[in-house]
Each structure stands twice: as C-alpha cells, then as structure tokens.
C-alpha cells in the first residue's frame, strides 16, 4: 500500500529524490504518465490550493479526478465510531471512503482537527480511522497535525532558493481572530528539523506547542544535524534568520475552550509581521506563509507585497510536489 | 433517442446483456471508448456515489463530464409549469435543461419527490417533464419513484453472489429520522420481482408502498414466474431469506403531512437491524442497502461490520453498470 | 499577454474572424487541439451557462478545467486593497489569483458589480485589479460592466439567424424582483452597436443606461455605420424591429440605494414581454435574452415557448464562441 501521510515516514534522501522527480516533472512534462488514472478528493473543510492544484496536477499527468464535499452537494458525514446517527449527518466514512475508494485509483482526503480534545487530535485517531478505510493508494491532504503536502512544497521552495540546510528558521505565531489547528505549525517545524535547520519557534506565553510535537522535531533535528529552540523573544528569535515563517495557530494551554481562548489571544493584536520585524534578521530573510492569510492582520501588505515575501511561490509548488507524490503513488514506491 | 428511465424498460435478457457488458468492461477495460464525450450531470439533491460514480466512470472510459448543483453555485430552478417566477429561482428547467442539453453528449439529471401529493409524485409528472425538455440520451440518476441505476447495480451485485433468480428477496421498512421518497424501496421492489424472485415486503401498519407500485411489482413478477407478497411480521418474512435489502421510506397514508407521518413513525424505532433480524434466514443471508445509511438507527454496526454486509460491493457496482449504461447510451442501442 | 476582456478591444473583422472560427470548430471539431491544456475558473458569483460551456468546451477541445467558487467548498475572498481582514474572508485575491494562475494555462474570472457605487463599478475597478493579478491568458466570464463572452454569442447567433448588419435592435427593459447589474445591457448596447445595428433602448424614466455606457455604444456605432437611440416608448422603438432582446437591469439612478429602487421599480411590473409587444415589430422580429429569466415575471411563457424565442440557440452558442475564444487565447493571439 501507497500512503502519503506524513514527511517523517520520508529520509532526507527520499525526500529529496520526491523533490528532483518534482523538478524533472517540471522541466520535462510526462502529459501521459498516468493517462487513465483517477483521483477522488475528499475535503471534509474548505481549500483552495490543495483542491485545485491536485486537480490541475492530475491534468499535467494525463490523469482525471473527482471531487467529494460532505455538506455541499453530498450528505454530511458522521466520522465517531459507534455513533447513534439521528442527527445531521446521513453517512458514515465507513461506508463513504470504501465506496469512493472503489470508484479511483488513490484517495486523498482533508479533514481538520476536531478542535475538542488535544490528545486525541495528537493522536490523530479521527484520520488514522479514516486512512485505514481506504485500501488504495492515499494522501493526506492536511489532517488534525498533519499537512506534508504543504511541507513538501516548502521544502523546495527553500531549495529553490537555496536557503541553506543549516539555515536560521523561524516559525512565528501570528494573530488570527480564532483559534486555528496546529496541523501547518507541527508540520512547519518538524519539516524544517528535518531539513537539518536551526529552527526557532516565535510565540508568545500560552502558545507552546505541545511537548509530542516539539519531541518529535527535536528528534528529526537530531537525525539531520539540526536543532529546535523556542522563545517568545521576536527580537532574539529572528537575529540572523534565513526564513521567517508566519503561522496562526490556537493555544495548546486552551484547547477545545473557545472563550478562555479568546482572552489570551486578545492582547496579541500586534503579532501582525510587519518590515521592523527583520531588522536583525539577514538583509535576504525570506517571508514564508502556507496561506490562505488575513491582510493586516497577520501579516501586513508591505510584507506580503514586498520582496521578501515567497508566498506565491511556496503556493504554486504545491502542484509541483503534488504531481511527484501523485507520481510515485500510482506508478512506484515510497516510504522508509 | 436512447434513455434510461426504468428498468421496466429493459426485459431480463437486456438487463443481462448490460450486466455481461459491464462485466466484460471491469475484465477488459476500453479506456478509449467514450473519448471525446461529455455528460453533464444536473443534481436537484445531494449525492455521493451517483455523483462521484458517474465521473468516475466517463473517465474509464476515455470522456469527461461537468456537474452542475442548482442553489450551489448555480441559480435555484423553477420546476412548476406556469409559474410566476418571482421567488428564489431565478431559471426555469425549460431552459437550463434545453441548455445544458446542448453542451453535452448525454445528461443525467437527479430530482428527488417532491413528497407533497403522492399522486403527482407517483406519476413522475415533475421528471417526465425535465427528461422530455433533453433531447440527448438521458439518465435517470434518480426521481421521484425510480433509481434504475441503483437497481442495475443491485441486481447485478446479486448475479456477482450467485444469489439464485428464484431465491427470496425481504424488503424491509427500516426506520429513519424523518420520511424519505419511495424510488428505492419501488425500485428495489420492481427490481427483484423482475429478477424473478420470491418477493415479501416486510414493513409495519401504515407503512404499505402504493397499491400502483404493488402492481407494477406482480407484473413483473407475473412475467419472469416471480412472486410478490407484504407483511408486517418479521419472523415470517425473513423465514428462509436469501437476502434482506433494507430500506426507509415515509408512510404513504401521511404523504406529506409531516407532522402525522412523525407520530405514526415514533413508535418504530425497534426497526433497525439487527443480527437477530437473521435468525430465521439461510445461514449465508446477505444484507443489502443502497446507501446513505444512518448507523445504530436504520441498521446496527454489527450488521453493517459483518459478514452478511454487501453493502460496499453494490455500491461499487453502480460505477461499474454505469459504465455498461454510458457505453450504450453513447455508442449503441438499448431498451423494449 | 492574451486577453478577452472586452468586445471593444476587437475590431468587427477581428470579431467576425473569431465567429468564423468558432464555425470552423463546430463543422470540423479539433478534439485534441487544446490537448494538456487546463482552464481555470473562478467563479465570485453563481452561474449556470458560464459554468458548463467552458468546461465542456475545454473537453471538446481535449483539455480540462478546474472551477473554485469561494464561499463553497473554498474561503470566502476578500477583493478589497488594503483591508484589514478581521471578517468573513480568509484569503485576498492578491493571493488567489496570482496562485490558481500557476496552476493553469488560462484563468476566467467571474465577479459581478458590486451595486454600491456607479462610478467604481463603471470604472471596473474590482476586475482591472483582479486582472492585473494574473500573469496568463484572461477571460471575463462576466465582469461589472461587461460580459464579452455573451455578447459574442449573440452576436454570431445573429449571423445565424441572417438579422442584417443593419438591422433594428431593440434592447428592452423588463422587470425583475430586485435591482441586477449593468453588465449585459451595457455589453449588448455595445455590441449591436459594433455590429452596425439600428440600436433603440427602450426603458422606463429612471432606467436610463449611465452616459458613459450610452457613449462607449455611441462611439461603437459611428465607427460601423450604425445608430444608437433611446426612448421610453415601446410602440415606437419596436417600429420595424428585428430583434427584441429584454434585459433586466437596476435604475442607475438609485444605484446602491436599494430601497429608492424598489419604490421605483414596483408600479413597473407590466414590462414584461408579451405577445403583443411584437405587434408593430417585423413579422420575423426574434426574441433574445442572455438567460437565466424570470418567467412571467421579466417575459411570458408564452414568449419564450413561441416560435420567436432563440434563447436557446443564443445559449448554446456560448460553448461555440468560447471554444473560439479559448483557442485563440491558448494557440494563437488577437485583439486590437
């Protein structure tokens, strides 16, 4: 079985040999490497970049694919096992993913965190649930603390730029007026360990990401040569910093508690990145973002507008890796 | 002009013909063979398997197809002849189905009951119209008392199961949150009695399907030496069973008052199945259900978890005789 | 940079060279001319016709298309400059734009007037900046003030219908519920105009099109040959009509004020086209509208049931047209 899951189940060689097929792909179209093949794409949550660059890298490919979205167009889907169903949802994913699974040839599905209780969004158990349903080959395409399609593309971008493996990383909380999933953060950090980086996680009191998170990009820095510190210093955080990486993600400290939630974010308005935030920063710091992204309110337009920002390419080489991972899945192998 | 409205239309050796050639495209596919071709499909109601099933399997087959969902993404339409348009639709079916007619090779269209005069409802009156508007082939992907596609796939699930043509077939009421149309329960009725098998439908008082969609049954039945009978009694019904289909249906006595159907339907939540629904049955009794399926309330986990389950298998052939449909529509002939 | 933006960046021989084109296409199909190409397609507003023709013209041509349609399925988008995200919308289309561009070969872009100013939606404000975001080729597929794909399809459903370049073109008011945008009034105004046409716009006192749409037509006009009026009197501008094409539209005189509107607008309900206003129009007069249309209400049924009606023909050659356009853009070049 095919799975892409996560960026940890790829050694740095795998992971770099994902991003040359990407680039081969890029340089030298294969229009008909997967003629006849067909993707089903599950969004149980909104999405722009991830539905339509899946799509349009099925296209390149000479491929085909459908699109699911419980709730517009089709039945809302219950996904707790041993639920009394007499509420809204009039399907359950273990009949939903069976049945699309029969219809492609992979599978890849969005489906957020829950929000309610941090350890068992840890513990992925909703999505583990929902993979182990489907018995093609499957991606995800951003779960409860997973998004290695995101990370993939970031990856390349700071290869593209040729942001140093050892480089200064800093991934910084950014204000959001709700609390959001801790999928891109843990993803973010833990690629850029992985990567072998000197990563810095910016944020401010109550927003520590969890310990199990921390632990494993720690250990992934320990493989690569890199390292994991963390800081709720903007000015020490990004001294010297190649990458500047802005995130926003809900307290861990307030999880599933919208209102305490609430009152601990309030006062961080001005963790919004404007220019004076890389004044000691390298003069080529690069301003990253998974987007979508709020305008003044996370990030300022001088910063998304200005030179440093790398948004749109992080964004356009989500189908770039995309069509590689595609590839390897439905016509190879992967996987340590 | 070809159509498919009814399996009525089709005597059993066209039903078997359609069912060999999906076959013979699910062993030896022709991934050429519809290139070139597009269906659009117009969705009046949700759907999963119809809507992902019926792309997918353009897409075997070489062609390609659009979607279009009125009140999501496109205009609310107008059904009623006559009406003064100054409500929330903004185009009549006269014109969108004319429309999408043109842009198409063949269009399916789903457009559930209305549920509110069972006559009108029984006549098909809404469908007939929108099908007569297409002066293209024509799939029904649903109406108001027919789903020829479910009952294809169904009958050809049990072809898969050497379920025997004159085995016995229980279609039993099963409960569910609120009233829901009579297409599956009158087609999967029509279906089996056309097979040729031993038909009971089990439901409880108030629960009895239309006396036209009773007789419909026995004609069938007459013609393929089938037989059809009713009752509320589940021992009796389920005595010797080779197979037990489940499905929920809104009483026709309180045909759209929902408010008396509710007090009628309250008492019977005992009619989820269970395993010892299959006590009387043959030990290798299979259970059928076209799915969406509301867990714990229309049938247990245990059931839908176990061994007797085909619920997977008939879903995934709704692709696989849709193709064999789209095959014939596009390229050849079909029907009485 | 290949744009189809507006009617007026062509001449008439340019125009008449895409219609030859797009006959062309239709008597000797190119199914693999587009082959590997993709269209993207972002729709900020509903739509039925725009939606299905350009896919399945990007099927006829054998290439492919994915549509995003924010707010379902997708983030709501801000549009904006310089907003302060704190609301409904998660993504900027400074970011969605230049990112769904890297994913395709063209981008149509649907977004409707926004009915607050008359002076920033004349300006088309809103569309030059999502314009001027995406680097690839670029289709209006309905903008403020222009809808150049319709007005092309009307136009050759002319020619087809051999209406004389000359002939008498009556754009009509008709009722609607609710103020609708300027956009195809002032596309259609422009193109018979363009077209050479005897031109009277017939409206009720507050519908006068806004000076600046009169005298873009007034221009167009001089420079074919042909005429532009106006008037509120239906008997004497359908006088020798050749073609009757009704269109709802909001009184630019109230324009963002929706309560004057309506005020204005209740005591208008009999413009709505009926059998009798043909009385002084030539025999063969046609009945035109972009669709969709509010049966009696904007036009009587038994208008658009007659033998004067060629809404459907215009419809259909949307797909026909588009297909020309979607060539020229993605194979060759046009424009002034």
């Not at 942001?163 to 950014?174: A, H």
Request: hydrophobic fraction near 45%; charge should be neutral.
């Amino acid at each position: 079985m095919q799975r892409f899951l996560d960026l940890d189940d790829f050694t740095r060689d795998q992971v770099s040999d994902l991003i040359a097929l990407a680039r081969r792909l890029q340089d030298h179209p294969e229009p008909r490497a997967l003629a006849g093949k067909i993707l089903g794409l599950l969004f149980m949550n909104p999405s722009l970049r991830t539905l339509s660059s899946f799509q349009a890298g099925m296209m390149r490919l000479g491929g085909s694919s459908f699109v699911v979205t419980p709730g517009q167009g089709t039945w809302q889907v219950e996904t707790r096992t041993g639920a009394v169903m007499n509420a809204g949802a009039a399907e359950h994913v273990r009949e939903a993913i069976p049945v699309l699974a029969s219809y492609c040839d992979a599978l890849g599905i969005r489906s957020f965190a829950e929000g309610r209780d941090l350890a068992t969004d840890i513990a992925e158990t909703q999505f583990r649930l929902m993979a182990g349903l489907c018995d093609k080959p499957f991606v995800n395409m951003e779960s409860a603390m997973n998004h290695p399609c995101q990370s993939l593309a970031d990856w390349k971008t700071m290869d593209d730029l040729a942001v140093p493996r050892t480089g200064r990383f800093v991934l910084s909380w950014v204000y959001h007026p709700r609390a959001l999933p801790l999928a891109v953060p843990a993803a973010t950090l833990h690629m850029a360990a992985h990567r072998g980086m000197e990563v810095v996680v910016l944020r401010p009191d109550g927003y520590a990401l969890p310990e199990s998170v921390m632990a494993k990009a720690r250990a992934a820095a320990k493989a690569s040569g890199g390292s994991v510190g963390e800081t709720s210093d903007r000015a020490s955080a990004l001294a010297g910093a190649h990458v500047l990486y802005a995130k926003e993600w809900g307290s861990p400290e307030c999880y599933g508690n919208a209102a305490a939630e609430a009152l601990l974010r309030e006062p961080l308005q001005d963790w919004c990145v404007r220019d004076d935030w890389f004044e000691g920063a390298r003069p080529d710091c690069h301003f990253m973002h998974c987007l979508p992204v709020r305008r003044n309110v996370a990030v300022a337009d001088a910063v998304l507008d200005g030179p440093r920002s790398r948004v749109i390419p992080e964004a356009a080489n989500r189908m770039v890796v995309q069509m590689a991972v595609l590839y390897r899945l439905l016509k190879g192998s992967f996987g340590r």
